[in-house]
C-alpha cells in the first residue's frame, strides 16, 4: 500500500513465516487429542480431505487476495472491489477474530511456559497419572500462574511484532520454524524406537471405518480452518507482503504441506508414547499437559525430554500468536497510519486486557469462571466456542465468496497465473474456481448449521 510496506526479504521466508503462524497449539495439542477422541485413522483420512478439498483452495484464495491489494484484511476488500462494499465487513469480523482468538491462545500458550519452568525445576517429578491431572487441574485454576504467563506470552509476542515484517516476524520465524522441525524429527525417531510405535501407526493410519461419524466429519473441517489459520485474514496479511512475482500456489501448496507433517508427526510422537505407557489415546483435552510428562518422567532424562517438548509447544504457539497479532497491528498501521510501536502497543493491550477473564477462567469461585456464558461454558470456553463454530467459518466464507463471486474474472485469473509454473492452466485455475464458488460455501454452511444444531435430524 504505502512506500514504506514491509516485504518478505524471499519467497522461502514467506513460507517459514506463513507455516510458524499454521503450526501451533492447534497441531501439537488439538489435533492430536481430537484424533484420540474421534478413534483414530478416518477421522485424520477425513481431516486430510478436508485440508485439500477447503482448506488449500482458501489459503490459495487468502495469500491472493492479500498480494493482489497489498493492504491490510480491512483494506483489501474495499481496495479490490474498487469503493465501499459490504464486503468490507469480513475485513472487521477477521480483526475482532484475531484479538479473540489470541486471548485466550496466549492463556494456553503460558500453561506451556509454565511447563517448561516446572520441568526445569523439578516440579514434573511426580511420578503417577493422578499427581500429572492435578498439576494441571491447580495450573488451569491458579489466577496467579494465569496471569503472570499471560502477561510474560503477551510480551514476548508484542516484542517481536514490533520488530516489523523483516526485523521481527521474518527473523524470529527464520529460527523458530526449522528448529521445530528439527526437535520433532528428534522426537520422532525417539518414538520410532518404542513398543507401541506400531500401534500407533495402526492407530493414526489404520481405516477403521466403524469410527466415522457425522459429527467426525464437521469435527475434521472446523479444525481444518483453525490449524491453517484461515477465515480471520492471518494468511492474507502475511500474502499482502509478497511481491507481484511470487508464487502464490507454491507458497500455498508448501503451508498446507508443512502444516499437515506437523499435525501427523505430533500424533506419531504422542501416540507411541501413550500407548508405551498403557494410557488411553482418547483422554481428551489434558493429552499433552498430563500424559506427556508423565510418560517422559518413567524414562531415563525424562526431564531434558519434557524441558525439549514444552519448549517446542511454546515455539510453536509463539509464531502463531505473532501472526494473530499482526493482523490487528497491519490493519492500524495501513488504515489509520499509526506507527508499528503504536498500532502493536494498542492491539497488544486490548487482547491482554481481554485476555485476563481468560486467565481468570480456570478458577471457579470468579465469575469468569461461572459456567454460564455460552451454554454451560466458562468465559475461555466460550470465546474459543464463538472463534471456532462461529467466527472462524464465517470469515472463511466471506473470503471465499469475495474471491470466487465478487472479485473480476480478468483480474482474478491473471493475478493467479502471475508468477507461477501451473497458475496460467485452464484446468488448474478452473479446479480452483469450482472448488471456492460451490465446495468450499456448502462446506462451511455444514458445518454452522450442525453448530445450531439443525443437522442433528440427518447425522443423529
Ligand atoms: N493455526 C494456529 C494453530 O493451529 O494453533 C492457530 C491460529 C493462528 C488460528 C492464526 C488462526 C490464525 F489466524
Redo the contacts with the bound molecule.
Keep these: 500500500m504505502s512506500e514504506g510496506r514491509g516485504q518478505w526479504g524471499s519467497r522461502l521466508s514467506f513460507v517459514l513465516a506463513a507455516a510458524g503462524?499454521?503450526?501451533?497449539?492447534?497441531?501439537m495439542w488439538?489435533f492430536p487429542y481430537i484424533t484420540g477422541m474421534n478413534g483414530g485413522g478416518a477421522f485424520v483420512l477425513i481431516y486430510l480431505v478436508c485440508i485439500l478439498l477447503v482448506g488449500l483452495p482458501i489459503m490459495i484464495g487468502e495469500v491472493l487476495l492479500g498480494r493482489m491489494s497489498q493492504s491490510s484484511v480491512v483494506g483489501t476488500f474495499p481496495k479490490l472491489a474498487g469503493g465501499p462494499t459490504p464486503w468490507a465487513g469480513v475485513g472487521w469480523l477477521g480483526v475482532a477474530?484475531?484479538v479473540v482468538?489470541l486471548s485466550y491462545?496466549s492463556v494456553v500458550a503460558g500453561w506451556s511456559l509454565h511447563y517448561v519452568y516446572l520441568a526445569l525445576t523439578g516440579g514434573l517429578d511426580l511420578g503417577d497419572a493422578e499427581a500429572f491431572g492435578a498439576l494441571f487441574g491447580e495450573t488451569y485454576s491458579d489466577p496467579t500462574v494465569n496471569l503472570t504467563y499471560h502477561t510474560l506470552f503477551m510480551l514476548i509476542t508484542a516484542v517481536i511484532v514490533v520488530g516489523g515484517i523483516q526485523r521481527g516476524v521474518e527473523r524470529a520465524s527464520r529460527i523458530l520454524m526449522p528448529l521445530l522441525l528439527i526437535m520433532m524429527t528428534a522426537l520422532l525417531a525417539y518414538a520410532t524406537t518404542l513398543d507401541g510405535f506400531g500401534d500407533a501407526l495402526d492407530f493414526v493410519f489404520g481405516f477403521h471405518v466403524e469410527s466415522i461419524t457425522g459429527e467426525a466429519v464437521l469435527e475434521a473441517l472446523g479444525h481444518s480452518f483453525?490449524?491453517?489459520?484461515?477465515?480471520?485474514?492471518?494468511?492474507l496479511t502475511y500474502g499482502s507482503y509478497l511481491s507481484k512475482r511470487d508464487d502464490v500456489i507454491a507458497v500455498s501448496v508448501a503451508t498446507t504441506a508443512v502444516?499437515t507433517l506437523v499435525a501427523l508427526m505430533a500424533c506419531l510422537v504422542l501416540f507411541p508414547i501413550t500407548f508405551s505407557a498403557g494410557m488411553e489415546a482418547s483422554s481428551g483435552p489434558g493429552l499433552v499437559f498430563i500424559n506427556m510428562p508423565l510418560a517422559f518422567d518413567g524414562l531415563p532424562g525424562g526431564h531434558a525430554w519434557s524441558v525439549l517438548f514444552f519448549v517446542l509447544l511454546f515455539f510453536?504457539?509463539l509464531s502463531?500468536?505473532i501472526?494473530?497479532l499482526e493482523?490487528a497491528a497491519a490493519f492500524l498501521i495501513d488504515e489509520r497510519g499509526w506507527s508499528r510501536p503504536k498500532a502493536v502497543g494498542l492491539a497488544a493491550g486490548l487482547v491482554f486486557a481481554l485476555g485476563i477473564p481468560s486467565a481468570l477462567s480456570g478458577d471457579a469461585t470468579t465469575m469468569f469462571g461461572a459456567t454460564d456464558w455460552i451454554g454451560e461454558r466458562n468465559w475461555f470456553d466460550s470465546f474459543d466456542y464463538l472463534a471456532s463454530n462461529w467466527m472462524?467459518p464465517l470469515g472463511g466464507l466471506g473470503i471465499a465468496g469475495f474471491a470466487a463471486w465478487r472479485l473480476g474474472d480478468r483480474a482474478r485469473r491473471l493475478s493467479f497465473a502471475a508468477g507461477s509454473a501451473i497458475g496460467g492452466i485452464q484446468g488448474v485455475y478452473l479446479a480452483w474456481l469450482q472448488l471456492l464458488r460451490y465446495v468450499v460455501p456448502v462446506a462451511i454452511v455444514v458445518v454452522m448449521l450442525h453448530a445450531l444444531g439443525l443437522l442433528e435430524a440427518v447425522f443423529g
Design positions: 503462524s499454521a503450526v501451533g497449539l492447534g497441531n488439538k477474530t484475531g482468538i491462545y483453525f490449524t491453517l489459520s484461515l477465515g480471520m485474514g492471518a494468511m502444516d510453536a504457539a502463531s500468536a501472526s494473530l493482523v472462524l
